[in-house]
């Protein structure tokens, strides 16, 4: 880091006023190319790019964390295509603040003027607050510009996604949070000095979030401190950034998922650190037990007997012990789960099993193996024919269980790892008694 002060920001110190406005406001990019990251759409012949180069603007859902430039960049287009520009957030706006501004685009447009209409947390509109945007956005009153930190998929009607492109903004990186610090310190009178250490401390509690650097930077300026800030003085005088996690939206649902492939791909590593994330953030350790359960039946079937068992011993183990102790029980699931010998037989022999029960309806079981209680329905038929299995060679009948209507269909083959190795010797063997009784008949 030689040369870590060298890339400060363009804005002269004297143009930075000393009044209360945030740091991150003040040196929020007026301009595309002064926004730091996203390079796959904001460089030369990225897409945003080329879309704002070309005058070609649509509407656009940026979908990314917090503090990756969502705002930023759609305050930069307007500024770039000279539209006018109007900002809300669905957090705060209700339908009247919405018809206001439409119906003043409205206006605007026939008067020859473009309107850039940026909505932040744009999934916090109902369906139809999010609908009211559809003929503005047709009649071209209004280039929106919506702002989500949620799946658009799940969170936007499928209208709006349909008449916009979705534009994903990614997690800043170090190199990046670095620039951004380099901006902050050359543009700031009396800048506080940082330890290299203290620099790469500062950028690592930022976890990707370029406004929550700033937000730091700007404490640290605050202390009117001469002397240089250390990572000690870092870790004891500001309180690190909460992480990014929702118990019901994204981040549950990608490190869940994360977890569970890692465990698929037999890397206890990996599981050990997506399950370290989803605890730090806070998910019901309940949730990660039934995921276990889930993926043990899934992934690892029958080709180890002792998967299920283990994770329900876990479950209750983290039931009586709870957080801290139990989280040693969540580990050892986890790297058991990883280290097993993997099938999904089970899993696709019960799918395919469950699309045969789907397209055959009502059928009904052959009557030879219905049990027949009453003496009308030994008239009829039921239970005629059936053998006993216990009473046949091998305790091996061979009889056909399927509806009369369908020829015996083989659904379970068993893998030759683990367990399922010896199961699958089984199925060979009743395989063969079966043929056997079929050219005895």
């Known amino acids: 880091m030689t040369d870590l002060f060298e890339s400060v920001s363009k804005v002269p110190k004297d143009e930075i006023s000393q009044t209360n406005t945030p740091l991150a406001e003040k040196l929020r990019p007026k301009s595309l190319n ?7 759409l904001l460089a030369a012949d990225g897409q945003l790019a080329l879309m704002v180069k070309s005058s070609q603007l649509v509407s656009i859902i940026f979908w990314g964390p917090p503090g990756v430039g969502k705002t930023t960049i759609a305050r930069a287009i307007a500024n770039e295509v000279s539209a006018h520009y109007e900002e809300i ?9 919405l018809k206001k501004l439409l119906n003043a685009a409205s206006v605007r447009y026939s008067n020859g003027a473009r309107t850039i209409l940026f909505v932040d947390e744009i999934h916090r509109f109902n369906k139809s607050q999010q609908d009211s945007f559809l003929p503005y956005m047709e009649n071209g009153s209004i280039i929106l510009i919506g702002a ?3 799946n658009p998929s799940f969170e936007l009607n499928s209208a709006l996604l349909s008449r ?6 990614e997690r800043l990186n170090a190199e990046d949070l670095l620039k951004i610090f380099n901006r902050a310190i050359g543009s700031m009178k009396n800048a506080p000095m940082f330890s290299e250490n203290a620099i790469s401390f500062i950028i690592e509690m930022s976890d990707g979030d370029g406004r929550s650097l700033l937000n730091y930077i700007e404490q640290v300026a605050s202390w009117n ?3 240089r800030v250390t ?4 870790e004891t005088r500001l309180s690190r950034r909460v992480t990014n996690y929702d118990k019901k939206g994204d981040h549950h649902y990608n490190l869940i998922s994360a977890l569970h492939k890692s465990v698929r791909g037999s890397d206890p590593d990996g599981a050990l650190y997506w399950l370290a994330r989803m605890l730090e953030g806070g998910e019901d350790p309940s949730y990660i037990c039934r995921r276990l359960v889930r993926i043990a039946a899934e992934d690892i079937g029958l080709a180890d007997l002792h998967a299920a068992s283990i994770c329900i011993e876990t479950w209750q183990a983290y039931e009586r012990l709870g957080s801290p102790e139990g989280d ?5 699931a986890v790297c058991y789960l990883a280290l097993a010998p993997k099938s999904n037989a089970v899993y696709k022999a019960f799918n395919s099993a469950r699309k045969l029960a789907q397209e055959t309806g009502s059928m009904p079981p052959p009557l030879d193996i219905l049990n027949a209680p009453t003496q009308l329905m030994k008239e009829n038929g039921f239970g005629d024919g059936y053998i006993y299995d216990h009473d046949s060679e091998n305790a091996f009948a061979g009889q056909n269980f399927f509806p009369k209507e369908l020829s015996r269909e083989v659904f379970f083959n068993p893998v030759e790892r683990g367990f399922e190795r010896e199961l699958k010797k089984r199925v060979t063997y009743f395989e063969k008694l079966r043929l056997k009784r079929d050219r005895n008949m």
């Open 34 to 40: 002064e926004v730091v990251g996203q390079d796959r």
């Open 89 to 97: 957030s669905a957090i705060f706006s209700g339908v009247s603040d």
């Open 148 to 150: 989500t930190t949620e």
């Open 164 to 169: 916009s492109q979705v534009l994903i903004l």
């Open 225 to 227: 401190s001469n002397n």
């Open 231 to 234: 990572e000690q003085d870092l």
């Open 328 to 332: 040693l029980s969540l580990a050892r």
